[in-house]
Every structure is written in structure tokens, then in C-alpha cells.
């Protein structure tokens, strides 16, 4: 069956079947979870605001469930209850997903692979871009932009810098959620505004300090005091404010800080050349990062092994995907000219198996494809060819 075939033919269905035979050859066994999912991981790992894209219900015991909103999470869930926990192993599937899209369909077909266990990291990482290249070549996509960054060099970057802890917790929680990072910096670059107030003794008790400690002592005055929240929020989130507004006072982001991040966030194009820049930053700001950059190297030579066009990649240090479980690799594809929406999209989350209750951390990496808009892109080339 050829892809014109399939797209104008049997349509979307017959797509699905075709991806998973691929997916099949390529060794990745079929994975069907369950529809109905305990909310509480996708509440924990993506954060409250994904509340509002849940459809929410809750059993007898009280437990509350959701309809899964996307397949890695329940793919990850049933591989670390079955007898292979901890072993290679690699996953395909194709199913049904639910989540609330403003005026879209909120049942829409993901197709994907998710592949655990694998300590060949680098080749791992350039087999699931080339799968996904293959992906988008079963629909008769093959004009594709690659997009691919590495969120282990943001974060191997923060700690040769040596910042307080609160300051590196920031810094990696806007990369993750792609909120405007440069603005942070030069928001963080600034002094504080001169002045007391009522918390200054606790807030110069906990200058410097680790989160642990800062935890620590919150909690030992609020014992005092007789109180579990303020105002609705938490020990945690009181303990993260204050220590957060203590290093503040302690002290602005130094200024030779923000220029090594701002140079790093401006790195971005050829894989090859990125490196390169990336060896020179190392080099003049005395930066141990070389292992990070060494694997980023040896993803781009398997990348190419596996018949990738590195050329025709473009790496950005400051891409990221949004979603907090990331660790290292990740990437989009887009279709050009069809919006900002990626095709597929993936990348490596070994952080992501110890959330999910796995005792000792398991490599992860995988990808998802979005089939209906692959569907709709195929069949439009399809017509006008």
C-alpha cells in the first residue's frame, strides 16, 4: 500500500495500522493501557494547570481518575508493573487520547513509541528522531523542519555556575516551562529595592541556604505558631517564597553569570557548529560541561549513522518542550508551511520512571506522533499530486 493509497483510500485507520506495522518491524512490541488512568500522575508531573484539559471523574474509594490525556505516562505505568521493570525493553501504540483543546475535538488519535531501559543513550536518542522521520514518511510527509535541543546542557550549565540552589531551581523551572527565561535573568540581575520588613530575621537566616534547611526551619516556626498553611498555601510553597526572597537579598544573579547564560541561550542552527560554540563558551568561562557537550556529539554522529540529514537539523540550546520530566534529547517535527503545531514530537525523560515509583532510575525515551494532522497533511499532498 502506498501512502497516497492509504491517506485517500482507508483514511486515518488504515494510517494507524501501517505506522504500527513499522513500528512493529523496528522491534517495538504493541502497548494498549487502559483508557481510565489515576489522575494523580499527570496532576503531579504536569502541574495543576492541567486540570482544566482533564476529564475528570472519581471512583467509589475516592480515588480520582481521568481519561488519559496522552499515552506515555500510561505506557511507562503498566511497563514498570509488568516483570520487565528495569530491562530493555521498547513500546509501540496507537489509541484514542482526551483532553480538552478550546473548539477542537477532544478525542483525537496518538500514535508513538516509548522505549525503556536502554543505557546506549546517545544511540537511543538518534534511533526515536530517526523513527519518527520514518513516521512522517509512511503519511507522505517528507518536507519537514527537525527542531532539537538538549535540556541536560541547561542544566549542567546552571551547576558549573555554582548559583544558590533557588537560583538554579528558577532558572530550570522557566526553561522547562518555556516562559520568557531572558527576562527572569534580567529580572534576577537587579538589586532588590533597599528596605526592611517583618521577615527580615528569618529571611537572613535562610540566605544561602539549601532547600532542605529552608524547609527545616519554616516548618519549626510554623510548629510554633500552631499552623499548617498560610493563606492557602503550604509549608513547601512558604518555604520556597522565603527562600527565594532571601537570596534576593542576598545578593543579585551575578552579572558574569547572566552573560554565560544569555551566550549560551543564543547558540542555535547547525548541530556541528553548536558544538563548536559550545567547546569555546566552556573554554572561556572555565565551565566544566564537556561531558554534557561530549554527548551531544555522539547523539549527532549517530544521528547521522542512521541517516539523518544533520544539515538540514536545526539545534538550539534554548528549545525545550515545556514539560518538567524532561531530561535530556528532545525534538519536534513541523511540517512546512502547516503551522506552529509540531507532526511529532518526543525526547528522553530518564527522570520520569522514579516519579512514576520505580525504585532505581531507568533511561526513557520516546516520542508521540499526532496521526490526524499527519492524516490531513498527507491526504492534501496526496490530491494535489
Same mark, same amino acid.
Given at each position: #500500500?502506498?501512502?497516497?493509497?492509504?491517506?485517500? +483510500?482507508?483514511?486515518?485507520?488504515?494510517?494507524?495500522?501501517?505506522?504500527?506495522?513499522?513500528?512493529?518491524?523496528?522491534?517495538?512490541?504493541?502497548?494498549?493501557?487502559?483508557?481510565?488512568?489515576?489522575?494523580?500522575?499527570?496532576?503531579?508531573?504536569?502541574?495543576?494547570?492541567?486540570?482544566?484539559?482533564?476529564?475528570?471523574?472519581?471512583?467509589?474509594? +475516592?480515588?480520582?481518575?481521568?481519561?488519559?490525556?496522552?499515552?506515555?505516562?500510561?505506557?511507562?505505568?503498566?511497563?514498570?508493573?509488568? !516483570?520487565?521493570?528495569?530491562?530493555?525493553?521498547?513500546?509501540?501504540?496507537?489509541?484514542?487520547?482526551?483532553?480538552?483543546?478550546?473548539?477542537?475535538?477532544?478525542?483525537?488519535?496518538?500514535?508513538?513509541?516509548?522505549?525503556?531501559?536502554?543505557?546506549?543513550?546517545?544511540?537511543?536518542?538518534?534511533? #526515536?528522531?530517526?523513527?519518527?522521520?520514518?513516521?512522517?514518511?509512511?503519511?507522505?510527509?517528507?518536507?519537514?523542519?527537525?527542531?532539537?535541543?538538549?535540556?541536560?546542557?541547561?542544566?549542567?550549565?546552571?551547576?558549573?555556575?555554582?548559583?544558590?540552589? @533557588?537560583?538554579?531551581?528558577?532558572?530550570?523551572?522557566?526553561?522547562?516551562?518555556?516562559?520568557?527565561?531572558?527576562?527572569?535573568?534580567?529580572?534576577?540581575?537587579?538589586?532588590?529595592?533597599?528596605?526592611?520588613?517583618?521577615?527580615?530575621?528569618?529571611?537572613?537566616?535562610?540566605?544561602?541556604?539549601?532547600?532542605?534547611?529552608?524547609?527545616?526551619?519554616?516548618?519549626?516556626? #510554623?510548629?510554633?505558631?500552631?499552623?499548617?498553611? @498560610? !493563606?492557602?498555601?503550604?509549608?513547601?510553597?512558604?518555604?520556597?517564597?522565603?527562600?527565594?526572597?532571601?537570596?534576593?537579598?542576598?545578593?543579585?544573579?551575578?552579572?558574569?553569570?547572566?552573560?554565560?547564560?544569555?551566550?549560551?541561550?543564543?547558540?542555535?542552527?547547525?548541530?556541528?557548529?553548536? @558544538?563548536?560554540?559550545?567547546?569555546?563558551?566552556?573554554?572561556?568561562?572555565?565551565?566544566?560541561?564537556?561531558?554534557?557537550?561530549?554527548?551531544?556529539?555522539?547523539?549527532?554522529?549517530?544521528?547521522?549513522?542512521?541517516?539523518?540529514?544533520?544539515?538540514?537539523?536545526?539545534?538550539?540550546?534554548?528549545? +525545550?518542550?515545556?514539560?518538567?520530566?524532561?531530561? +535530556?534529547?528532545?525534538?519536534?517535527?513541523?511540517?512546512? !508551511?502547516?503551522?506552529?503545531?509540531?507532526?511529532?514530537?518526543?525526547?528522553?525523560?530518564?527522570?520520569?520512571?522514579?516519579?512514576?515509583?520505580?525504585?532505581?532510575?531507568?533511561?526513557?525515551?520516546?516520542?508521540? @506522533?499526532?496521526?490526524?494532522?499527519?492524516?490531513?497533511?498527507?491526504?492534501?499532498?496526496?490530491?494535489?499530486?
Amino acid at each position: #500500500m502506498t501512502p497516497t493509497t492509504a491517506v485517500n +483510500g482507508t483514511g486515518t485507520a488504515a494510517w494507524a495500522d501501517t505506522l504500527l506495522l513499522s513500528f512493529a518491524q523496528a522491534g517495538y512490541a504493541r502497548a494498549e493501557p487502559a483508557i481510565i488512568q489515576p489522575a494523580e500522575p499527570f496532576l503531579d508531573l504536569s502541574g495543576e494547570d492541567i486540570r482544566k484539559s482533564l476529564y475528570l471523574t472519581t471512583d467509589a474509594t +475516592g480515588e480520582e481518575l481521568c481519561l488519559r490525556p496522552d499515552l506515555t505516562i500510561p505506557v511507562a505505568r503498566d511497563y514498570l508493573a509488568s !516483570g520487565r521493570a528495569g530491562e530493555p525493553a521498547g513500546f509501540s501504540y496507537v489509541g484514542p487520547v482526551f483532553r480538552y483543546r478550546g473548539g477542537r475535538p477532544s478525542e483525537f488519535l496518538q500514535a508513538g513509541i516509548e522505549s525503556f531501559g536502554r543505557q546506549d543513550r546517545a544511540a537511543a536518542d538518534a534511533e #526515536m528522531l530517526a523513527l519518527a522521520l520514518e513516521a512522517t514518511s509512511a503519511f507522505g510527509v517528507t518536507d519537514v523542519e527537525i527542531r532539537t535541543g538538549d535540556v541536560a546542557l541547561f542544566n549542567t550549565l546552571i551547576d558549573a555556575l555554582g548559583l544558590y540552589p @533557588v537560583w538554579r531551581r528558577r532558572l530550570i523551572k522557566d526553561f522547562n516551562r518555556k516562559v520568557s527565561l531572558i527576562d527572569d535573568i534580567e529580572r534576577l540581575t537587579l538589586s532588590t529595592t533597599p528596605g526592611g520588613n517583618e521577615y527580615e530575621g528569618v529571611l537572613a537566616a535562610l540566605a544561602g541556604s539549601d532547600r532542605k534547611a529552608a524547609l527545616a526551619l519554616v516548618t519549626d516556626l #510554623m510548629s510554633i505558631a500552631g499552623a499548617t498553611n @498560610v !493563606g492557602g498555601r503550604t509549608v513547601d510553597e512558604i518555604a520556597d517564597r522565603f527562600l527565594e526572597q532571601s537570596t534576593l537579598k542576598a545578593g543579585a544573579l551575578p552579572r558574569d553569570a547572566r552573560a554565560v547564560i544569555k551566550r549560551f541561550l543564543s547558540i542555535a542552527g547547525d548541530p556541528d557548529e553548536a @558544538v563548536a560554540q559550545l567547546r569555546a563558551l566552556a573554554t572561556d568561562a572555565n565551565l566544566n560541561i564537556t561531558a554534557a557537550i561530549d554527548e551531544l556529539e555522539s547523539r549527532i554522529g549517530f544521528m547521522a549513522a542512521r541517516g539523518v540529514e544533520v544539515r538540514n537539523t536545526r539545534f538550539s540550546t534554548a528549545f +525545550g518542550r515545556g514539560l518538567d520530566y524532561y531530561t +535530556g534529547f528532545e525534538f519536534e517535527l513541523h511540517g512546512r !508551511g502547516n503551522g506552529t503545531e509540531p507532526l511529532v514530537a518526543g525526547g528522553r525523560y530518564d527522570g520520569l520512571m522514579t516519579q512514576l515509583g520505580s525504585a532505581t532510575p531507568i533511561p526513557a525515551v520516546g516520542f508521540s @506522533v499526532w496521526v490526524e494532522a499527519l492524516t490531513e497533511i498527507g491526504r492534501k499532498r496526496g490530491s494535489a499530486s
